[in-house]
């Protein structure tokens, strides 16, 4: 749908987005995401917000006074059970709407930091409730899909004058559209699906982020969360996010402490990007402390002294292309195949990654929910 996007010059967000699809001109404007989500429209100021006190984060998260809280400090505050039934019911629901707003709404990963203006305004719930959310989110969503398609044809720098790689957008659709979270809902469909003689768990696109932010991410593994624990499969699938940038997947294969990436990206045998050693230093000491805690090594009679955890990467892995980067889209893919004891390599990785796409659209269309 993006790719028939006409090419907007102006970037007001007044005017509404142009599709041309099978001869018709769709419009898609403030009225029609006004129909879609029922959200408030009006003025955005926020000026009255920018200095000052804040209560909620001094109360909450008393270690960050004079700091910034990210958005995994509050999903950790969910997560902890015996932390959040501590909670009065007014912070529960302010931690909850700071997530859904940053999170769910405007697409944002769990290393993002919350801005003060949000922690100061939802320490009035009357004021939140009556801001108009629709525009702020209009906007951001405005500003990610506009001429998207356009930015990724060739010449698109010399037109431009974009010089810098870093500054030329891709395809990692923020606000609304990454409100849909799909990762996650795919990896509940494959537990769902899960064929009785497979050996594998997977994990929540969470169970990372926590990890590196210092949590200990139990109830992933201990049957708390999932049927099965650790200490009854032999491999486990962990999605990676280089936030706003790509996805990939790692299987972790317990017996061995063998960790092997499967990327539809650019791979290197000397890894040298700093996320990725982060990655591998976190994986390579939490993943033992893990299995300690939830007892795979007294269940598996694996000896915890000499146990360790290695890495490579999986080969002959088919690689995105086309218009879009796909990477979400292969991460599913990856989870589906590998979920079903078949093999990666397809014959032509554009034409499944597309037929894959619309699989998706039709599996997220089934399960929608309806809002009154």
Excluded at 161 to 176: A, C, H, M, Q, R
Excluded at 260 to 278: A, H, K, Q
Excluded at 340 to 361: H, I, S, T
Aim: with cysteine; proline share 5%.
């Amino acid at each position: 749908m993006l790719q028939k996007q006409f090419q907007q010059k102006d970037e007001s967000y007044d005017l509404p987005l142009v599709y041309y699809l099978n001869g018709h001109s769709l419009a898609f404007g403030r009225q029609e995401f006004c129909l879609l989500t029922g959200f408030r429209f009006g003025i955005v100021s926020f000026r009255k917000r920018r200095y000052g006190q804040i209560p909620f984060r001094d109360s909450v998260f008393p270690h960050k006074v004079g700091q910034h809280v990210k958005l995994i400090d509050l999903f950790q505050i969910i997560e902890d059970e015996e932390v959040f039934i501590k909670l009065s019911d007014e912070d529960a629901i302010r931690v909850c709407l700071l997530l859904t707003l940053d999170v769910i709404f405007m697409g944002k990963d769990l290393g993002s930091i919350v801005d003060d203006i949000f922690l100061r305004m939802v320490e009035d719930l009357d004021e939140w409730n009556a801001f108009p959310w629709g525009e702020q989110v209009w906007r951001q969503l405005y500003d990610s899909i506009r001429n998207v398609s356009s930015k990724h044809i060739p010449g698109y720098r010399e037109i431009t004058g974009v010089n810098e790689s870093k500054d030329l957008p891709t395809y990692s659709l923020n606000g609304f559209v990454a409100a849909f979270k799909h990762i996650d809902l795919w990896i509940s469909y494959m537990w769902h699906t899960r064929p009785s003689d497979m050996d594998w768990s997977m994990v929540s696109s969470f169970f990372l982020p926590l990890l590196m932010k210092g949590t200990m991410p139990v109830w992933y593994a201990n049957k708390e969360t999932y049927p099965l624990g650790w200490g009854e499969v032999e491999r486990v699938f962990i999605p990676i996010n280089e936030p706003e940038l790509h996805w990939s997947l790692a299987e972790f294969h317990i017996q061995t402490g063998r960790v092997t990436f499967i990327d539809s990206g650019p791979v290197y045998e000397n890894e040298m990007r700093p996320y990725y050693l982060s990655v591998r230093n976190c994986l390579a000491t939490r993943l033992p402390e893990l299995l300690e805690q939830v007892g795979v090594f007294e269940q598996k009679e694996i000896d915890s002294n000499t146990y360790k955890i290695t890495f490579n990467n999986a080969k002959n892995v088919p690689k995105q292309g086309g218009v879009f980067d796909d990477c979400g889209v292969w991460l599913c893919i990856f989870l589906y195949r590998l979920g079903n004891g078949k093999l990666l390599d397809v014959d032509n990785p554009v034409q499944v990654a597309l037929a894959y796409r619309e699989r998706l659209l039709r599996f997220y269309y089934k399960h929608k929910i309806h809002v009154a």
